[in-house]
C-alpha cells in the first residue's frame, strides 16, 4: 500500500529557531501534498496544500510566512515553522494524495511532534 | 460548505461486543465520506469511505459502515470489538471529487476486558 513518511518524528527546539519537516511519498508520486495540524485531544485542521513546483495554498488564518512550504519534487514537501514560539507547539501530519488514484485518495504520514520550549 | 459531527466524544465497550460509532454529515453536494482511526502518537489510517456507490461499505479489521441519506448518517459498526481497535476514530467529508477533507472532532474507543 500507499506510504508516507515524517521526518522527524519529534523535535523539540527553543523559541524563536526555525524546525524543518519533512513528508516523502515512497512509492508513489504525489502532485498534491497536504500539511494538518492536531492540538491534544482536538481534531486536524488543513493548514495548507501544496502544490509540486508551484506556491502552497493557504487556509484562512495560517500564515504563510511563518509555516512555509515547499514542494520541489514529487515525493517530497517540506513544512518550515519560522521563528517558532511555544504556541506553534502541535502535532503536525502531513498527507499526500496519490495522483494514480482515481479516488483522490491521500495517505497520510505518521506525524511529527513538535515542542518549542 | 461541508462538515460533519461525531455525536459521542468517548465511547466504551466490552471486548467481543459490538461497537457503534456515530456520524453525522453536511453538505450541500453529494459528499464522499471517511473513516479515519488513529493510534496514540500514530498517523491516521483508512477504515473505509464512500464514494456514491454500494451504501453499506465494509472496511479493514472487520468494521462497516452504511451511508442514510434521509439520515445524513455514517455511523460506524463492528459486530465484536478487540482490544486492538482502542484509538481514535475521525470521521472525514470530502466535497465530490475535491482535495479539501473537513474533520470530525473524533470518537475516543476504549476497549475493557
Known amino acids: 500500500g500507499a506510504v508516507v513518511s515524517q521526518h522527524p518524528s519529534w523535535v523539540i527546539c527553543k523559541s524563536g529557531t526555525s524546525v524543518k519537516i519533512e513528508c516523502r511519498s515512497l512509492?508513489?508520486?504525489?502532485?498534491?501534498m497536504f500539511w494538518y495540524r492536531q492540538f491534544p485531544k482536538q481534531s486536524l485542521m488543513l493548514m495548507a496544500t501544496?502544490?509540486?513546483?508551484?506556491?502552497?495554498?493557504?487556509e484562512q488564518g495560517v500564515e504563510k510566512d511563518k509555516f512555509l512550504i515547499n514542494h520541489a519534487s514529487l515525493t517530497l514537501s517540506t513544512l518550515t515553522v519560522t521563528s517558532a514560539h511555544p504556541e506553534d507547539s502541535s502535532f503536525y501530519i502531513c498527507?499526500?494524495?496519490?495522483?494514480?488514484?482515481?479516488?483522490?485518495?491521500?495517505?497520510f504520514g505518521p506525524g511529527t511532534r513538535l515542542t518549542v520550549t | 460548505a461541508q462538515s460533519v459531527t461525531q455525536l459521542d466524544s468517548h465511547v466504551s465497550v466490552s471486548e467481543g461486543t459490538p461497537v457503534l460509532l456515530r456520524c453525522n454529515y453536511s453538505?450541500?453536494?453529494?459528499?464522499?465520506l471517511f473513516w479515519y482511526v488513529q493510534h496514540p502518537n500514530k498517523g491516521l489510517q483508512l477504515l473505509l469511505k464512500?464514494?456514491?456507490?454500494?451504501?453499506l461499505v465494509k472496511g479493514i479489521n472487520g468494521f462497516e459502515a452504511e451511508f442514510k441519506k434521509s439520515e445524513t448518517s455514517f455511523h460506524l459498526t463492528k459486530p465484536s470489538a478487540h482490544m486492538s481497535d482502542a484509538a481514535e476514530y475521525f470521521c472525514?467529508?470530502?466535497?465530490?471529487?475535491?482535495?479539501?477533507?473537513?474533520f470530525g472532532t473524533g470518537t475516543q474507543l476504549k476497549v475493557e476486558l
Open positions: 453538505s450541500s453536494y453529494s459528499p464522499s
Open positions: 512509492d508513489f508520486q504525489a502532485t498534491t
Open positions: 464512500y464514494t456514491s456507490a454500494a451504501t
Open positions: 472525514v467529508v470530502r466535497k465530490g471529487g475535491g482535495n479539501k477533507l473537513t
Open positions: 498527507s499526500a494524495r496519490d495522483q494514480e488514484s482515481l479516488g483522490y485518495e491521500q495517505y
Open positions: 501544496s502544490n509540486e513546483g508551484s506556491k502552497a495554498t493557504y
